[in-house]
């Protein structure tokens, strides 16, 4: 939603979305050599939608763009939520490509996922995680206002996912209320909270300040409504959000746009007496410092996840240790071919939240500052914390090969092909999921063709001498110089 479109908090509007974002091929997340990026994963499909999903003709949300549904993939029985977007609606398609890129980028337990895409002659389909919990919007209204611990709990989530977005030079530009969805129907103080909605991402160098002017009214910061601003625009909409998410209403607010914009470029708000003697003198420190006017002294979402209030009302990340089983499945993970390697990132991607909820919370526990990715000290440090008696001694050998995109970390989908229980994937919808995405052209064999463009992220043109081949050579059975289901089935249940 652009200025001009802002929403009343206390009166949802209908072209409020429920629940979606995008990606597309603009742009991809930097893989060394000898790595494969995930964007590579996320299959973009010619072809009709309903040929894979059966889609509910109930719609759960509703937005300008278009419609979300529930829908069940017919083969994997895994639920999503397609977003369907009328091609009619998309003015300017680069930008729409860029979301969606971006989409692809990242990963993130805070990020929502989005599976794949289906384009046909009216419209692009957007195949995504399904959260069944409803908007932030919805709880706050719901609510009306969030208990200290509540809101420090979903600070302390969004701020993560930002924190993980500007590590990777993208800054969002419309955080909101009605751009977080909870996973599920928990209790706040055990949901999972998502973050939606990249239409108006894009990606920074640190040099160039933006321009274009993006943003919600009640959420932008003063510098985006000067055309001068960087991604700290991101941790202004931080601040407005908590402090609805503790009092209830906007910190500027305005009988119509222009009033709410002359407030915001004045930085002129209150802790209203009544409404604020009971909040801790912690929290109003944070929002000052999230609404400083010069964004040159704004907290950065590292310092925000540091402050007090944070460490203090929000639970630390539950100790969580990292089981001996699955320290040795990471061990052993380094020893897999690349295609194996390749295959449990796409069933590890796949996988519902639930079905991975105890190693998500591994990651997050070992995650010790919160930017969503792993380094060889909080991997050292969280195999120490588990009692485990010998930390392997190449460790750093360890972490290299779980690095599948040689990015020098060990991110969230990383860390879980890794460690991932081999019960959860040997089952045959989930090594079908994973085979359909090196299957490009959908004839049932994986040619040589198609494990370069998914391997050799998506360089068919310069393929490392006789690796390829000595993949194929490892899972074609029968020596056709393709590999069919059945031999990738049987290469997925080799120790």
Same mark, same amino acid.
């Given at each position: 939603m652009g200025i001009c479109g802002s929403k009343n908090p206390s009166n949802k509007s209908p072209g409020s979305k429920e629940g979606l974002t995008s990606s597309g091929s603009a742009l991809q997340k930097g893989v060394a050599e000898g790595g494969f990026g995930r964007a590579n994963f996320i299959l973009d499909n010619n072809g009709s939608l309903l040929e894979h999903y059966d889609?509910?003709?109930?719609? !759960?949300?509703?937005?300008?763009?278009?419609?979300?549904?529930? &829908?069940v993939n017919k083969?994997?029985?895994?639920? @999503? +939520? %397609?977003?369907?977007?009328?091609?009619?609606?998309?003015?300017?398609?680069?930008?729409?490509?860029?979301?969606?890129?971006?989409?692809k980028m990242l990963d993130h337990p805070n990020i929502i996922k989005l599976f794949e895409t289906f384009e046909d002659h009216r419209n692009i389909y957007l195949v995504m995680e399904l959260c069944t919990g409803g908007e932030l919007?919805?709880? !706050?209204?719901?609510?009306?206002?969030?208990?200290?611990?509540? &809101?420090?709990?979903?600070?302390?989530?969004?701020? @993560? +996912? %930002?924190?993980?977005m500007h590590e990777n030079h993208i800054a969002h530009r419309d955080l909101k209320p009605e751009n977080f969805l909870f996973l599920n129907k928990d209790p706040i103080e055990k949901s999972w909270v998502k973050l939606i909605d990249f239409g108006l991402s894009t990606y920074f160098d640190g040099t160039d300040l933006m321009k274009t002017k993006a943003g919600t009214p009640y959420y932008v910061a003063p510098q985006v409504l000067a055309g001068r601003y960087d991604e700290e625009c991101d941790l202004w909409s931080c601040g407005v959000i908590m402090y609805i998410l503790l009092c209830g209403y906007?910190?500027?607010?305005?009988?119509?746009?222009?009033?709410?914009?002359?407030?915001?470029?004045?930085?002129?708000?209150?802790f209203n007496a009544s409404d604020w003697r009971n909040i801790s003198a912690d929290a109003k420190d944070l929002i000052r410092k999230l609404l400083k006017m010069n964004p040159r002294e704004r907290y950065t979402a590292e310092q925000a996840?540091?402050?007090?209030?944070?460490?203090?009302?929000?639970?630390?990340?539950?100790?969580?240790?990292?089981?001996g089983a699955q320290m040795n499945n990471l061990k052993s993970f380094r020893s897999l071919?690349?295609?194996k390697k390749a295959a449990l990132n796409i069933i590890a991607q796949q996988m519902p939240d639930e079905e991975i909820a105890q190693l998500k919370k591994v990651f997050t526990s070992m995650d010790k500052n919160g930017d969503g990715q792993l380094t060889v000290q909080e991997m050292?440090?969280?195999?120490?914390?588990?009692?485990?008696?010998?930390?392997?001694?190449?460790?750093?050998?360890?972490?290299?090969?779980?690095?599948?995109?040689?990015?020098?970390?060990?991110?969230?989908?990383?860390?879980?092909?890794?460690?991932l229980d081999k019960k959860k994937y040997i089952q045959e919808d989930r090594l079908w999921g994973a085979f359909r995405v090196f299957d490009r052209d959908g004839d049932g064999k994986i040619t040589r063709q198609e494990l370069a463009e998914v391997l050799n992220n998506g360089d068919v043109g310069d393929i490392v001498d006789g690796h390829i081949d000595e993949i194929l050579k490892q899972a074609d059975a029968n020596g056709d110089g393709e590999i069919d289901f059945d031999e990738f089935v049987a290469m997925m249940e080799k120790q």
């Open positions: 889609v509910d003709t109930k719609k !759960i949300g509703q937005g300008s763009y278009g419609s979300v549904t529930k &829908a083969s994997t029985h895994a639920v @999503r +939520a %397609v977003k369907t977007i009328s091609k009619s609606h998309v003015k300017n398609i680069e930008r729409f490509k860029q979301e969606i890129a971006i989409m919007f919805d709880r !706050i209204i719901d609510e009306g206002r969030f208990t200290e611990v509540q &809101a420090a709990i979903v600070m302390q989530q969004i701020l @993560r +996912a %930002v924190y993980y906007p910190p500027f607010y305005g009988e119509t746009d222009a009033d709410v914009l002359t407030k915001v470029r004045l930085g002129n708000y209150t996840l540091n402050h007090p209030w944070v460490r203090n009302h929000a639970p630390g990340a539950e100790d969580v240790p990292l089981e071919n690349k295609l050292l440090e969280g195999i120490q914390k588990s009692g485990l008696k010998d930390v392997p001694e190449d460790l750093m050998d360890i972490m290299k090969q779980v690095d599948s995109d040689g990015s020098g970390v060990i991110d969230y989908t990383e860390f879980l092909a890794a460690t």
